[in-house]
């Protein structure tokens, strides 16, 4: 018999790896000093649930909070933010503050698949790791963007952690947990579908995979070739897992920010958004109903989400001069709503091909962090890109 021989073995945390040429443990002071070189910095933040890769843009603006993003299952910052980041338009907007994308542990490109066995965390715990993200890059306040699982992130953050968040723009959020009768047809799919599949009627209508059009097949021919697969089947395990937020308009448990509700026309979450809608108080709700934008509005229609967009930042009162333009690619719709804020803005919108109508909305006066503004943000009003909606009435 072979003689045995005794082998040591440590403790490997798959997690707390290091990028080349950065330090987890990089204190704030040198983060601030990269802040000033002005191009993307990417960093790893050591948290209680392992290590996450944080992306940097800008320089920090005084009494400015720092737009902070959250991608979707299947994605990473780059194939879920990138179009609408880099739209010009939006690069006016984003100049005024420091963007930090953030990816789901595993989720940074070039990640390799984590050990068989690995407990990926759940969604609350990816909301827990944003507090390490602020208090190393040294911020005390953000305005979240994020679409799917990365939008339930967010507002669980937001939830638990009112006072550091300015405002939330939440694309194609499902506030609910599954029920049995989902969780029943979930477990049915997944033995006829692969995850790819899955994610894929996730992540696109009925309509675009039907047409197969080139955004899918971009999106179908990544996770085919993914390394990290495995790792994307646990952030969809823990997105399917995730708790009910149990929002409740007029309740104890709800968003103390102005938030603004983002989802395409026929989308899979269409009917998980406008439910969060109805649960949420209307004068700190825009909501933004996307007509052929398909199931990833902001990479398919990048400038009505920059515009609203615009608008939403400037309605908190950081951004006191709006381009007063034609919106570039129309469709929007301004839904009747008390509005007591001073000023206004007239804009011009064409809808569904008529003469362009004009429309008036809100500009506050500008104001710093945590001064009062003039009235409720944004004073309820609903967007909608949807032409003919029946429930629209133009000012």
Excluded at 100 to 127: K, N, R, T
Excluded at 239 to 259: A, H, M, Q
């Amino acid at each position: 018999m072979t003689e045995l021989q005794e082998v040591q073995i440590t403790e490997e945390k798959p997690l707390f790896r290091a990028l080349e040429g950065i330090d987890p443990g990089k204190e704030a002071e040198q983060v601030a000093a990269e802040f000033q070189q002005g191009c993307a910095q990417k960093h790893q933040v050591e948290t209680p649930y392992g290590i996450v890769t944080i992306t940097i843009h800008g320089t920090p603006k005084p009494k400015r909070p720092a737009i902070l993003t959250y991608h979707d299952v299947g994605q990473n910052h780059h194939s879920c933010f990138d179009t609408l980041f880099h739209f010009e338009d939006m690069q006016e907007i984003i100049k005024n503050f420091v963007v930090i994308h953030v990816d789901a542990p595993g989720m940074e490109e070039g990640a390799p698949a984590f050990p068989l066995g690995y407990q990926y965390p759940s969604l609350d715990q990816l909301a827990d790791m944003i507090p390490c993200i602020l208090q190393y890059v040294n911020f005390t306040s953000i305005i979240g963007i994020g679409v799917g699982a990365g939008a339930y992130v967010l507002a669980r953050y937001s939830l638990s952690h009112p006072n550091t968040v300015e405002g939330l723009v939440l694309i194609n959020i499902d506030p609910n947990a599954k029920g049995w009768m989902d969780w029943a047809a979930h477990k049915l799919t997944g033995l006829t579908s692969s995850i790819s599949e899955m994610i894929m009627g996730h992540l696109f209508s009925t309509e675009e995979l039907s047409k197969n059009t080139e955004m899918v097949q971009q999106q179908r021919e990544i996770l085919s070739h993914a390394t990290n697969l495995p790792n994307i089947q646990l952030y969809w395990s823990s997105y399917n897992s995730r708790r009910d937020l149990s929002l409740e308009r007029g309740g104890d448990i709800t968003f103390k920010c102005p938030v603004m509700l983002v989802v395409g026309d026929q989308a899979p979450h269409e009917d998980a958004v406008v439910e969060c809608n109805s649960k949420l108080d209307p004068t700190q709700t825009s909501f933004l109903k996307m007509a052929d934008s398909g199931g990833q509005p902001q990479l398919t229609q990048p400038g009505k989400l920059t515009e609203a967009f615009k608008y939403f930042v400037q309605g908190m009162g950081y951004i006191p001069h709006v381009l007063d333009k034609k919106l570039s690619q129309g469709g929007l719709v301004v839904h009747d709503a008390p509005v007591p804020l001073t000023h206004r803005l007239s804009v011009q919108c064409r809808l569904g091909g008529r003469e362009p109508v004009p429309l008036t909305y809100p500009v506050p006066e500008q104001r710093g962090r945590g001064a009062p503004a003039s009235g409720p943000h944004h004073g309820g009003v609903l967007l909608s890109a949807r032409p003919g909606d029946e429930t629209a009435s133009h000012f």
